[in-house]
């Protein structure tokens, strides 16, 4: 395996509290925006409704799409105009209803902009129930997904570090979410997907810290906490680095290069393997870190 950054002895620890205010701050501004705004904005996979992606053979402006949208019955629609293989599309969101909406939409747009040729490239459609169904289920498969970890890593380790590492986690999926809110992208299937994978890199991510921690608090008993887990991290810090950017690379590949299917969710995979390997050191470890010092000073307080 290549090897670089060996023999490293960064003072990872001795900045943590800074990363504590970053993070804290990241993760409450996410917190303010979901409650002043209702939450995240739930695709149709979640809210139900028809999805339209129509491209336009010469380029129409956007509100005169909305104008020929709501003229065809339509009212309350979404419209987004996007940019795809050089061409102008428009991604439209309809509230759920029966039938096909596209030709009504067509011939109100080339009413109002004659010559228009619209050619429809994809539509989905989910009912309202099913819509709330899914949406049920990703928010359990996300949480049941945490406490399993929390479950795992406690069993495997021991407590002190499984907090740590599902605060990393929570940390790593709101802060990707908040990502999201604030670029106004849509929380689909997809993105419910692409959040449980960064659940998954990082925890990997954290187990090969916390399974260095635990080597070297055996092998340096007598060093400070501290000590312990600077050597730690410096120690994979190689292997982190080179996981880190081939999966940053592939993410951004995808991004580039994946289309509008796929953008969400690998813009998603993106911010959480940038904030999923910064986590694993000063929020899993650093927070496994502190809450073994505060348990080695409750100890020295019982034996007074």
């Not at 109002?112 to 490239?121: F, S």
């Not at 990703?138 to 499984?162: D, H, M, N, P, Q």
């Amino acid at each position: 395996m290549i090897q670089f950054l060996v023999g490293t002895k960064f003072p990872f620890m001795k900045y943590r509290r800074y990363s504590y205010l970053v993070s804290g701050a990241l993760m409450l501004a996410t917190i303010v925006w979901l409650v002043m705004h209702g939450g995240p904005r739930l695709g149709v996979d979640f809210t139900g409704g028809t999805l339209l992606q129509v491209r336009a053979a010469n380029n129409v402006a956007t509100d005169v799409v909305r104008t020929a949208v709501e003229a065809s019955g339509h009212t309350g629609a979404e419209i987004q105009q996007i940019e795809a293989e050089g061409h102008t599309e428009y991604m439209i969101r309809l509230a759920a209803q029966s039938g096909d909406p596209f030709p009504a939409i067509h011939a109100a747009v080339e009413q109002r902009a004659p010559g228009t040729n619209l050619e429809l490239r994809r539509t989905e459609q989910v009912g309202p129930k099913v819509g709330r169904e899914l949406r049920d289920k990703a928010l359990w498969a996300v949480l049941g997904s945490l406490g399993g970890i929390l479950l795992f890593v406690g069993i495997r380790y021991e407590f002190k570090f499984a907090l740590g590492a599902v605060m990393a986690l929570f940390h790593d999926v709101l802060i990707t979410l908040g990502a999201l809110c604030f670029t106004n992208r849509e929380v689909s299937l997809t993105v419910v997907a692409a959040l449980l994978t960064i659940a998954g890199f990082s925890i990997n991510d954290t187990i090969v810290v916390f399974d260095r921690i635990r080597e070297r608090s055996k092998a340096m008993r007598k060093d400070p906490h501290e000590r312990v887990m600077d050597m730690a991290v410096n120690e994979t810090l190689s292997r982190t680095i080179i996981t880190s950017l081939t999966v940053f690379l592939t993410a951004l590949a995808l991004l580039v290069w994946g289309g509008d299917v796929l953008r969400d969710f690998s813009f998603a995979m993106v911010v959480g393997v940038l904030f999923g390997t910064y986590s694993s050191v000063y929020v899993a470890s650093g927070l496994a870190l502190d809450i073994w010092l505060w348990l080695d000073r409750r100890k020295e307080t019982k034996s007074k």
